[in-house]
Nanobody, 124 residues
Framework: EVQLVESGGGLVQPGGSLRLSCAAS????????MYWVRQAPGKGLEWVSA?????????????MKGRFTISRDNAKNSPFLQSVHLQMNSLKSEDTGVYSC????????????WGQGTQVTVSS
């Protein structure tokens, strides 16, 4: 069974930090690029960040550059530790939203798996 399970969300004050994690299982993790998106209250889906299957390249939306860092652990010898992370620093109120990870196949981009999302609230 394919699973992507996010964790690490919560309430944080402006200027604070959170580290989101997305634990992956049930598919060949290192055959997939990994992505983070978010949805603010009352708004559409916004792409946040991406990382190549081998972590060789990372990508960020303009407003996240310098504040967010994406990483992944392919953990080939420990499938249960396969995960992608999003370190978020200098958080702003406009970063509030539900953050979700998804996987997209390198050779089959339409082969997509989604996590359920984790809530991030930035408020004083």
């Amino acid at each position: 069974e394919v699973q992507l399970v996010e964790s690490g969300g919560g309430l944080v004050q402006p200027g604070g930090s959170l580290r989101l994690s997305c634990a992956a299982s049930g598919f060949t993790f290192d055959a997939y690029g990994m992505y983070w998106v978010r949805q603010a209250p009352g708004k559409g889906l916004e792409w946040v960040s991406a990382i190549r299957w081998d972590a060789g390249s990372t990508y960020y939306a303009e407003s996240m550059k310098g504040r967010f860092t994406i990483s992944r652990d392919n953990a080939k010898n420990s499938p249960f530790l396969q995960s992608v992370h999003l370190q978020m620093n200098s958080l702003k109120s406009e970063d509030t939203g539900v953050y979700s990870c998804y996987a997209s196949g390198v050779l089959a981009p339409d082969d997509i798996y989604w996590g359920q999302g984790t809530q991030v609230t930035v408020s004083s």
